[in-house]
Every structure is written in structure tokens, then in C-alpha cells.
């Protein structure tokens, strides 16, 4: 296979067809960020910030629009300078090797960067020749891409042609194409309908299975900060929670179970005996609270006498989690302060 | 572009491929190099002309123009203008060298344009985040855009016959070879405009506002000499000027009058009596194609 190029750097480690990858130290995490600031002018879009990737994880970046998670984003893929602070992509500073951190990350815009008036394949290929990509490489790997993202049959096609969904798709596909390490997805599922965000992840997970890589999101969306393995949770600039979605959702409250039973009273009363448990009866359920609802029903189906029906296991919900750490819904926080960071995001962010 | 055979060299391979696939995605891409940035100068080059090729209705457009001052203003003016010309020589013919010029003014802008386009569209940051330099990309550009709007010039030139002027050889060549230059200076002229401008529009207002002025004090319709003093100064200033007047004698040179009439009715540039050689007329535009690419280049780096 061509991996081996003519251009053979002269210092960083390059990798040969099962070699270990471009980063620059072996161990490094796939992102570290350590202090890192941004101001526009009086504005402060983020305020030191410090946070690990490691490699392999889906790390999501939780938060309502103008929280700085573009910000933060913009500058991990080296569009954006910090003010202050360091940030290391591939274990490449993003600032001092911005060309290095560029060829080892995959960018899926918020607003679509394709060239419309050509096919699928053009745009890969110029993409591939933008990026350098080994030329006996290109075709297998753009089948690859293409296949993974369900376009190979439309291959042919111009994009004008494809629905909002379709081009998101062939973007995630792009930004694959040159095999970066870490995947960048800024907001990849917004103005899409409910169906086809769903189908989005499914593509993305999927991707996850296939290639070993590093997916760094954002997004605003509370249900698709479910898929990630890790959350961070940021509002106006700062991160207020880092951690998996279950351990968060575990720092905030309980799981609430309801089962119904073939005799609710004494389901109640043996709850009270034996588990230590306050029930009650809501909706015509019994009802209670517990740490851990998942791991709790299994010992209800083996302690409590009472035959069981039915049970339901309802975990705190990430809007509950944003909502225990910022006082606020982000619907809330959307109306306020959306517009005037947009417009800033605009004027400084793009390009 | 992909063609089957591509999609289909990999497909028999079966298994082999799809074990290999693996190995693919840690593929490593090159440092940057000049193969590198002439590799991504020649993708953006090719998307012109892809871009160019679709777009059959602009190829027809921009021809409307010129045709129309060619023969309608050609031949009006004609009336009036022959008493002045030579026997055997029309105000077409004279006007034509200019002519083909302007078939490539539009074009060469348009394609600028493009960048202003791509900006809105999104397009622009593909290439912009990519790890390749900045120049290879206004290059490519640049050489897109002079490709696109030579190939204009030379559907207008293929109506040379209509205006009188022969289809000899040496002529066509000479003259390709000008509208190439022309249209190199010119896009690097758009390109740099664009590195500026946002807005489509605007880019669009601009650019019209400059034009018609640059075409009409480029001598395209009218000779140089004997012009009042504000008006000589401005087409010594337009560099526009610098190209057609060469382009003109090249035209008038291969018609069958007399030395003395090619050089009463093409004299070539003068500054205050003296008449600017070719070499140094060809190399004022060629070098203010380069100076302009080279900020556009500057301009592109400074943006993120």
C-alpha cells in the first residue's frame, strides 16, 4: 500500500502500513488543553479552560450557542489563535505546528463547505489532492469513505443534487478521506431533521467501530451528547463538568424506577424492609428513587416475593445534569446570549 | 476526474482490498513540498475548468458583448469613422484587437469572482484549512482563471474573419499568446479584489465599475495619438492600454497595406514622444500580473 510518501518528514515519527500513528509521542492523549484563553476585544469567549482527550474517545463539547465551545473548536483546529494558553492536537501545538495539526485532523463545519456544483467525487478528489493524500491511495480510500457514508452509489452525482442530510454525510466522508487521527465535528447534526440526525449517528458510530480514531464534537443537542464516551459542559467560557454521561447523570440525582406488581401495598411495604426503600404509588405505579436504577432491578427480581409486571428505569436526563450545574435550561441560555455571540463568531470565527 | 476504470481497478482485488483498507487509514499524508503545493495548485486549477465546462450558458453570455460592439458599434461607427482609415482597412478591423481583449475581461473577472463565491459558499475554508500554501491555491486560481478566459478569447477570435482579419498563423499565435498574458493579469487583478471584498455583489459592482473605464481608455475603440492631454495621460495609465496596442500591431502587421499606414494606424504606446518597444508593453502587464498575484498571495496569508 502506499502509505510511505516521497515527502518523508524529518522528525516526526511517520507510519508505514501497521505502524503506530503520526503523533508525536507514542503515550501523548489525543488532545490536551491546558489554560487555555480567547478574548475579542472585552469579550471573553473562554476563560481557561483545561481538559485531556484521549485517544479512541467520542468527546463531547455540551453547551448552548455562544458558551465558547466554537471558540474552543476553532482553535483546536488551528483557525482561530488563543489568547493565551496552550493546545496540542496529535500531540502537535496548535499554534506553533499548525501544518502538522491541519494534516491530522478531519473538520466537518457547521455550515457546509462542499463545492455543490460538482459530484461527490470531485469534491473528494480535490480534497485529496488538497491534502496530499498518496495518489494510488486516493480511489480505495475515497470507495472506503464513500461506502462507509452509504454514497458510493451516488457518487456520480453533483451534491446540488443531495439532501441536507446526504451532504452532511459526504462532509463527514471528506473529512475522513485523508485518515486523519482526530475527527472534528462542530455542531454535525444542526438543521437536520430528527430522522436524519439520527441517521448521522448511526454513521458516526459506526465509524467509530471501523476506524481508530478520535471524534471531538460539539453540540447543543442534550440527547446526542448520549453517544459520547466523555462530556464536557461549558458555559460562558468556562467548563463546569467534565465527565462520562452516566457519571454525570449519576452526580446529579437518582434513577427513578416504577414497577408495577401483582400487589403494589406489600411491593411497598417489602421495598421499606428490605431495600430501606420509600416507595409510593404514582400513576399507578410504585414508584422510588435509587442510586443506581440498572443494577438495583436485578436484586428486585431476585429479593422482592411480589411477582413483578413491568418495570421502568428513567435516568436524569442530560438537560437535568446542564440544568444542575448552571441553574438554567439551555433553551433558557439560547435566547439570551445567542445572537450576540453569533454575530461575534462571525466576524472572528469563520474563514 | 474518477473515471470506472478507476472504481473498478479496485474492486476486483475483493478481499485483498478490504484487508488493505485498514492499512489505508493510516494513510500518511506529506509534508508540505513543492510537489505538494503544485499537486494542490493544479486540483484548484482543474475545479476551474470543471466549473468552467458546466457552464455553457456564461461561454455563450460573455460572447454577447463583444459581438455587439464588434458589429453593431463596428459597423455603426464604421459610417462614420472610414473617412479617416485607409482604403481596404474598416473600423472593424480596427476596433477588433481591443475586441478579443474585452472577450476576456468578463471571463478573467468572473472566474476571480469565483473566490468571492466560494467565500459565501463556504467552499473557500475547504481550501483554506488545508495544509498546503496559501500561494499554491491564489496560483491555481490565478492559472484557472487565465485559462478559462484565453479559451473565451479565442472563440472571439475565431470570428476574425468577420472583421477583415486573416487567419494567419503566426497572427493567431501572437495573439493567443497576448490574450494569455492579458488574462493572467487580469485574474490576478480579480483574485486580489477578491481577497478583499465578502460579498459577492459588491465584488460584482466593483469590479463592473472598473472595467468599462479600464476598456475605454485602453485605445481599444479609438487610436492614441492626438488625444487632449487629460485623456493621453489616462490611457498611458490604463494597462489595458499596454496589451492592446501590441495586439493591434500584431493585427494591422498582418494586413496587406502599406508600413507607413500599419504605423499611422498602430504606432504602438508613446510617453511624451517616445514610443514604447513591444518587449517593455508586454512586460509592464506581465509585471503588474505578477506584483497583483503576489498580494493577493499576501492578502490570502493573513486570513485564517
Known amino acids: ?351 | 476526474m474518477a473515471t470506472p476504470t478507476t472504481a473498478e481497478a479496485a474492486a476486483p482485488q475483493g478481499p485483498a482490498v478490504q484487508a488493505d483498507l485498514t492499512d489505508l487509514i493510516r494513510v500518511a499524508v506529506p509534508d508540505r513540498g513543492l510537489r505538494q503545493d503544485l499537486r494542490a495548485a493544479s486540483i484548484v486549477w482543474r475545479r476551474e475548468l470543471i466549473r468552467f465546462r458546466a457552464d455553457r450558458l456564461r461561454m455563450i453570455t460573455s460572447l454577447v458583448q463583444p459581438v455587439l460592439f464588434l458589429f453593431v458599434l463596428g459597423t455603426g461607427l464604421g459610417a462614420l469613422a472610414g473617412h479617416s482609415l485607409p482604403p481596404g482597412v474598416s473600423f472593424k478591423t480596427f476596433i477588433y484587437p481591443g475586441i478579443v481583449a474585452m472577450g476576456v475581461l468578463f471571463t478573467a473577472i468572473f472566474s476571480a469572482g469565483s473566490i468571492v463565491w466560494d467565500r459565501e459558499f463556504g467552499f473557500l475554508r475547504e481550501m483554506l484549512v488545508a495544509p498546503v500554501n496559501r500561494g499554491a491555491i491564489v496560483l491555481g486560481k490565478c492559472l484557472g482563471g487565465t485559462t478559462v478566459a484565453t479559451f473565451q478569447g479565442i472563440i472571439v477570435l475565431a470570428l476574425a474573419g468577420l472583421a477583415d482579419v486573416p487567419y494567419n498563423p503566426v497572427l493567431i499565435i501572437t495573439l493567443i499568446g497576448e490574450l494569455l498574458l492579458l488574462s493572467f493579469t487580469l485574474t490576478a487583478f480579480g483574485v486580489m479584489m477578491a481577497a478583499r471584498i465578502k460579498q459577492f455583489q459588491a465584488f460584482m459592482a466593483l469590479t463592473q465599475m472598473l472595467v468599462m473605464p479600464l476598456f475605454f481608455l485602453s485605445g481599444a475603440l479609438y487610436p492614441l495619438n492626438g488625444l487632449p492631454a487629460w485623456l493621453t495621460v489616462l490611457t498611458r495609465i490604463d494597462p489595458l492600454t499596454y496589451i492592446v496596442a501590441p495586439m493591434r500591431r500584431a493585427v494591422f502587421s498582418h494586413l496587406n497595406i502599406s508600413p507607413a499606414a500599419v504605423h499611422a494606424l498602430a504606432p504602438g504606446v508613446s510617453w511624451f514622444g517616445w514610443t514604447v518597444p513591444l518587449g517593455l508593453s508586454l512586460g509592464i502587464v506581465a509585471l503588474m500580473g505578477v506584483v497583483m498575484a503576489g498580494i493577493a498571495i499576501v492578502e490570502f496569508n493573513k486570513t485564517e
Not at chain 1, 472585552?42 to 476563560?47: F, G, I, Q, S, T
Not at chain 1, 476506524?211 to 459542559?233: G, N
Open chain 1, 1 to 351: 500500500m502506499a502509505v510511505q510518501t516521497g515527502a518523508e518528514a524529518e522528525g516526526s515519527a511517520r507510519t508505514g502500513p501497521a505502524g503506530p500513528s503520526q503523533f508525536s509521542d507514542a503515550g501523548s492523549p489525543a488532545i490536551s488543553v491546558s489554560k487555555l484563553t480567547k478574548r475579542y476585544g472585552d469579550l471573553e469567549a473562554v476563560r481557561g479552560i483545561d481538559f485531556e482527550v484521549r485517544r479512541g474517545e467520542t468527546f463531547g463539547f455540551l453547551g448552548p450557542n455562544g458558551a465558547g465551545k466554537s471558540t474552543t473548536i476553532s482553535i483546536l483546529c488551528t483557525l482561530v489563535k488563543p489568547t493565551s494558553g496552550t493546545a496540542m492536537v496529535a500531540g502537535h501545538n496548535v499554534v506553533t505546528d499548525r501544518d502538522t495539526v491541519r494534516r491530522n485532523i478531519g473538520l466537518v463545519f457547521q455550515d457546509t463547505t462542499l463545492d455543490t456544483y460538482l459530484t461527490a467525487e470531485q469534491n473528494l478528489r480535490f480534497h485529496a489532492d488538497l491534502y496530499g493524500v498518496p495518489k494510488s491511495a486516493v480511489a480505495p480510500r475515497m470507495r472506503q469513505v464513500l461506502e462507509m457514508v452509504g454514497l458510493w452509489d451516488r457518487r456520480e452525482s453533483l451534491v446540488r443534487t443531495y439532501s441536507g442530510g446526504m451532504q452532511r454525510r459526504l462532509e463527514i466522508a471528506r473529512g475522513l478521506l485523508h485518515a486523519p487521527h482526530i475527527l472534528f465535528l462542530d455542531e454535525p447534526t444542526v438543521g437536520l431533521d430528527p430522522q436524519t440526525r439520527s441517521s448521522i449517528w448511526r454513521y458516526i458510530n459506526d465509524l467509530k467501530q471501523r476506524e481508530d480514531i478520535t471524534i471531538f464534537l460539539t453540540t447543543h443537542y442534550m440527547d446526542e451528547a448520549e453517544h459520547c464516551d466523555r462530556i464536557a459542559i461549558i458555559d460562558h467560557g468556562l467548563i463546569v463538568a467534565i465527565d462520562t454521561p452516566e457519571a454525570l447523570k449519576a452526580s446529579v440525582g437518582k434513577d427513578r424506577v416504577q414497577i408495577s406488581t401483582a400487589d403494589d401495598q406489600i411491593a411497598i411495604r417489602e421495598l421499606a424492609e428490605r431495600f430501606g426503600i420509600e416507595a409510593a404509588l404514582h400513576e399507578g405505579l410504585v414508584t422510588f428513587s435509587v442510586e443506581s436504577g440498572e443494577e438495583f432491578v436485578p436484586r428486585l427480581f431476585a429479593e422482592l416475593d411480589v411477582p413483578i409486571r413491568s418495570v421502568s428505569v428513567a435516568r436524569p436526563s442530560l438537560d437535568d445534569v446542564f440544568m444542575s450545574y448552571t441553574g438554567r435550561t439551555i433553551r433558557d441560555t439560547e435566547a439570551s446570549s445567542a445572537d450576540a455571540m453569533r454575530a461575534m463568531a462571525q466576524r472572528f470565527g469563520r474563514r
